[in-house]
């Protein structure tokens, strides 16, 4: 039973374009979304997250979306660089088990310069 | 923040053999978790390690084919037992919240 999905393997987007990664998840009991980016032989290092109580959280060029009703977040990039190159995962986590994430598959970003 | 590490960064195992991985975290931690992501698969968390009890297993994990020590606040291993080819993944250690990830032991078993 796959709690979060990222139903878009791979995307591929201009340098200085937006790029948008969607994630969807089953579980109504998450109520914290984070969003991670992956480097090959190297570990998720964790990029933003939103709690359920916000629909929108913005770092920098990175914003997060959070649509509750539809169970639905999105991550938007702007403008997207070449080392924004990664596999981006999605994850949630429940209350009380915060520490505890699951993860989605993973959407492998390609910023084409 | 928390800078982990771990050892070793890749190993080829035979089949039916053991591999223990070490993660070693810079800052003292409560809890700190293993996760398993296969070829192509999302990360699945395998257990949580509480330093002083017993690790806590999720569904489709058990302690004797992945046991774990958590010796103090800033160590732990994870053994992988009985090895088969479908062991081979990328195994990362965690801690904190977000969760910080160490870079990972990429298992390949022959």
């Known amino acids: 039973d796959q709690q979060v999905k990222q139903n878009s393997p791979s995307l591929s987007v201009q340098e200085g374009r937006i790029s948008i990664l969607n994630c969807d998840y089953t579980?109504?009991?998450?109520?914290?979304f984070l969003w991670y980016k992956k480097y090959p032989a190297e570990g998720p290092t964790f990029l933003i997250s939103?709690?359920?109580?916000?629909d929108k959280n913005e770092d920098g060029r990175f914003t997060v979306f959070l649509n509750k009703s539809a169970k639905h977040l999105s991550l938007h990039i702007v403008p997207s660089q070449p080392g924004d190159s990664a596999v981006y995962f999605c994850?949630?986590?429940?209350?009380?088990?915060?520490?505890?994430?699951?993860f989605g598959t993973g959407t492998k970003l390609q910023v084409i310069p | 923040s928390a800078v982990i590490s771990q050892k070793p960064s890749r190993d080829i195992c035979q089949r039916g053999t053991s591999l223990t991985i070490q993660c070693q975290v810079d800052?003292?931690?409560?809890?700190m978790f293993w996760y398993r992501q296969q070829p192509g698969q999302s990360l699945t968390l395998i257990a949580t390690?509480?330093?002083?009890?017993?690790?806590?297993?999720e569904s489709g994990f058990v302690i004797d084919k992945f046991p774990i020590s958590r010796p103090n606040l800033t160590f732990s291993t994870l053994t992988v037992s009985n090895l088969s080819p479908e062991d081979s993944s990328i195994y990362l250690c965690?801690?904190?919240?977000?969760?910080?990830f160490g870079p990972g032991t990429r298992l390949t078993v022959l």
């Open positions: 390690a509480n330093q002083g009890s017993e690790a806590t297993y």
């Open positions: 965690s801690v904190g919240t977000p969760s910080y």
């Open positions: 800052s003292q931690v409560t809890m």
């Open positions: 994850a949630a986590s429940a209350p009380g088990g915060y520490q505890k994430v699951t």
């Open positions: 579980n109504s009991m998450f109520d914290y």
């Open positions: 939103i709690s359920s109580i916000k």
